[in-house]
C-alpha cells in the first residue's frame, strides 16, 4: 500500500506560481510511475505531468508543456510540480498519483492507469 497527501494548492492570479508537494509513505519502492493529474468540474480528470522514478524520465500534457515541471526527492520520498505562469484554465483540483508499473508501461495520462490516488488540493487561478 502507498499512502499519498498533496499539499500546497491555493488561489493565485494569473501569471503566478505555485509549487504543490506529493508526500508518499507505505511501500513507495513500489511507486515506479508517478503523476499530477487535475479535474475541474464537470470536467474528466486528466493527466498533467508524469515521471518514472527510476530514471526521472519525465513526460507532460502539452497544455503544461514549457509552464510546469515534475520533479522528485528520493530522500524524502516526495513529488514536485513547480506551476509557473498560470492561467485561469489551469484551475482544478489536483491529484498525485502512483503506481508499481514503470511509466512506459502505462499510458500516463490515463487516470485509470493508476493505482494509489491522493485526497487532492485545490489550485484557483484568477484572471
Known amino acids: 500500500q502507498v499512502q499519498l497527501v498533496e499539499s500546497g494548492g491555493g488561489s493565485v492570479q494569473a501569471g503566478g506560481s505555485l509549487r504543490l508537494s506529493c508526500a508518499a509513505s507505505g511501500d513507495t519502492a513500489s511507486s515506479y510511475c508517478m503523476g499530477w493529474f487535475r479535474q475541474a468540474p464537470g470536467m474528466e480528470r486528466e493527466g498533467v505531468a508524469g515521471i518514472y522514478t527510476d530514471g526521472g524520465t519525465t513526460y507532460y500534457a502539452n497544455s503544461v508543456k514549457g509552464r510546469f515541471t515534475i520533479s522528485q526527492d528520493n530522500a524524502k520520498n516526495t513529488l514536485y510540480l513547480q506551476m509557473n505562469s498560470l492561467k485561469p484554465e489551469d484551475t482544478a483540483m489536483y491529484y498525485c498519483?502512483?503506481?508499481?508499473?514503470?511509466?512506459?508501461?502505462?499510458?500516463?495520462?490515463?487516470?485509470?492507469?493508476?493505482?494509489?490516488w491522493g485526497q487532492g488540493t485545490q489550485v484557483t487561478v484568477s484572471s
Open positions: 498519483a502512483s503506481d508499481p508499473s514503470p511509466c512506459r508501461l502505462l499510458r500516463w495520462y490515463l487516470s485509470y492507469e493508476y493505482k494509489y
